[in-house]
């Protein structure tokens, strides 16, 4: 189980038509809560492979799965790491959290939308200690941030200072000037798709 598949799920239930008083929503949402750094609701622990103990995080935004991420650990403590959030599985839950009904007011998708205002970009996948790792999966980013927040309410995706983000118009310039003189587009930059 992982957030990217669960999030695919919820979207093709929604679309399907499935009703949100379902149990399948409720149990998802169990899941969401797992993936999330938010320790406002009590801190859970995992073991950790290489030794001491995953901790949850409070910063709202995801990781792939509890207690697992592909954009690393931090340490928190003797024997302590948190799995560090990032922007992908962010925007994967924050979708995750409006398809099982969440409101904009909910705790929850309100910290993990901060979260994603805060480290709003086109250029790499927020959230990896190396920023160059930001490329894997850059595509896979693009799409779900897009998915996102479209269905976001209108001005829901603020900065700081609480003025909109264009979302946007940046995402459609990033995506005209990826595109390669022969019309396509490739992942360069990114190890996963080295042979494209």
Known sequence: PDLSNTQMALEAATLAGASREDPFFAKARQYLQRCQN???DGVQRWPRAAGGELVTGNDGGATYMPGNSFAGEVKVGDGLWQARSYGSMS????KS??????????????????????HFTVDSNPGYADPQDGAQGLYYYWLVMARTLRL?????FT?????????RAALERKLLDSQRTDGSWSSDGDPAAAGD
């Open 159 to 167: 900065d700081e200072t609480g003025q909109p983000i264009a979302w």
């Open 91 to 94: 925007y994967a839950l924050a």
């Open 97 to 118: 959290y409006v398809l099982c009904g969440a409101a904009p007011e909910d705790p929850r998708l309100a910290a993990v939308v901060r979260w994603l205002a805060h």
């Open 38 to 40: 938010f320790a406002e």
């Open 152 to 156: 976001l309410p209108e001005g829901a």
